[in-house]
């Protein structure tokens, strides 16, 4: 039987007096890699930020892995082991990409030994000693992804991993989601670049003015794009 690892029930979320989550629902089962699909604004980054507490004002139902998380600071969300890798990356200039790599705290046991992540980025061995800057905008990207693997997260939200970076970056990400699922990762993707996550997700859910919209399987997406011509211009 498979297990609810995150559902989200009737959640809104403030910026200041912006409103701009107006009662999400959705869930993600153990095991699997759903998609957030929407046009810019359509709250999908506002909603992976609110799961982990990173909003301002919040109200709902969050719960991960059986825990309400909606009261929770987000150094409290993290220890329910969630890894989140934001759009901006957040790697420190001054620091070696190694460096970089050791500094989040173990939230978890069972997180990726450093010789597991270099196995799985080769490149970031070789740039090991690199300063922050030094790095391309794939290997940085390589460096936010791998960074959370070695907290002992098992559920990964995944903020537009792909943006800007070179066909042959992303399809590394890619190759690298497949083999997180394999290895029970829980994954939830927010991807503007559609021919990238459309492949890789189990379940999509659209999302449009702070709500979903629609949801659907892996096995319904060639009968939704239509839809999706309407929603995202696909």
């Not at 936010?144 to 997260?153: K, P």
């Not at 042959?168 to 559609?194: C, D, H, P, R, W």
């Not at 189990?202 to 309407?230: C, P, S, T, W």
Request: charged share 20%.
């Amino acid at each position: 039987m498979t297990r609810e690892l995150l559902r989200i029930e009737d959640l809104h979320a403030w910026y200041g007096e912006s409103h701009i989550l107006h009662g999400v629902n959705l869930s993600v089962n153990e095991g699997e890699v759903v998609t957030l699909l929407g046009r810019n604004g359509a709250g999908r980054t506002t909603t992976l930020r609110a799961i982990v507490g990173l909003t301002g004002a919040r109200k709902g139902s969050i719960k991960i892995n059986g825990t309400e998380a909606i009261t929770l600071p987000a150094q409290k969300v993290a220890h329910l082991g969630i890894g989140y890798c934001p759009e901006e990356r957040g790697i420190f200039a001054s620091l070696t990409a190694e460096e970089n790599l050791m500094l989040p705290p173990t939230l978890a046991p069972g997180g990726m030994s450093v010789e597991e992540i270099y196995t799985m980025f080769p490149n970031l061995q070789e740039r090991a000693a690199s300063p922050g800057t030094r790095l391309s905008g794939g290997e940085q990207q390589m460096l936010a992804v791998a960074r959370i693997l070695r907290t002992g997260a098992r559920l990964l939200l995944l903020d537009e991993i792909s943006e800007g970076l070179a066909p042959v970056i992303v399809q590394k990400l890619a190759e690298v989601i497949l083999t997180l699922k394999s290895k029970g990762y829980t994954i939830v993707l927010v991807e503007q670049n559609f021919r990238f996550a459309a492949p890789l997700a189990d379940r999509f859910y659209v999302m449009e003015h702070g709500l979903i919209v629609k949801q659907f399987a892996q096995d319904q997406l060639v009968q939704n794009m239509g839809m999706l011509q309407d929603y995202l211009g696909v």
